[in-house]
């Protein structure tokens, strides 16, 4: 069965640095591509951006860029998501989904379990 | 960037009753619309893509209708388990822009 397990919570410090990790089982991951979502407390679904698992093309947020990167790891079916110079806005807890293609243009029908990044002096 | 709204953003209905959400996107999208559904402290699930495609295993009580700006998703006989809230969102190009969510709860 498919599967998207996610790194634990993180509680960091304005201007410093975070990496989430997911890492999939039970298909094969070159074959799909990965959404990362975030949801602040209280808040909606924010797209941040879409990477390949294919040939590791990325697609980021307006908002983000500068600040975020996205990478795989095809030895290990791992997706990877940075985010530096974190600001308290960047509480929230962050998802990976796997889409139904290796298209950008697909929806998502796997989610990874959240994760908390905490953002706080 | 096309923007997607979605209305209302909240309502309370009896069990049985038709609930009908509505989403507008800002420029046509054809039918690269999908609805997510998000049970209090749970993970989103997809419930259709395609504007119209239910996905494997969610039940038939909901329905999506609709192409280029207007979207709608129904549920035919809402019921206590439906109470969550529920997100469209485009993927025809990016940003994969989600709308800001309906909140469905039971009168």
């Known amino acids: 069965q498919v599967q998207l397990v996610q790194s634990g919570a993180e509680v960091k410090k304005p201007g410093a640095s975070v990496m989430v990790s997911c890492k999939t089982s039970g298909y094969t991951f070159t074959s799909y591509g990965i959404i990362w979502v975030r949801q602040a407390p209280g808040q909606g679904l924010e797209w941040m951006g879409w990477i390949s698992a294919y040939n590791g093309n990325t697609n980021y947020a307006q908002k983000l860029q500068g600040r975020v990167t996205m990478t795989t790891d095809t030895s290990t079916s791992t997706a990877y998501m940075e985010l530096r110079s974190l600001r308290s806005d960047d509480t929230a807890v962050y998802y990976c989904a796997r889409l139904r293609s290796q298209s950008i243009a697909a929806a998502a029908n796997y989610w990874g379990q959240g994760t908390l990044v905490t953002v706080s002096s | ?107």
Do not use: H
């Open chain 2, 1 to 107: 960037d096309i923007q997607m709204t979605q209305s209302p953003s909240s309502l309370s209905a009896s069990v049985g009753d038709r609930v009908t959400i509505t989403c507008r996107a800002s420029q046509g999208i054809s039918n690269y619309l999908a609805w997510y559904q998000q049970k209090p402290g749970k993970v989103p699930k997809l419930l259709i893509y395609a504007a119209s495609t239910l996905q494997s295993g969610v039940p038939s009580r909901f329905s999506g209708s609709g192409s280029g700006t207007d979207f709608t998703l129904t549920i035919s006989s809402l019921q206590p388990e439906d109470v969550a809230t529920y997100y469209c969102q485009k993927y025809n190009s990016a940003p994969l822009t989600f709308g800001q969510g309906t909140k469905v709860e039971i009168k």
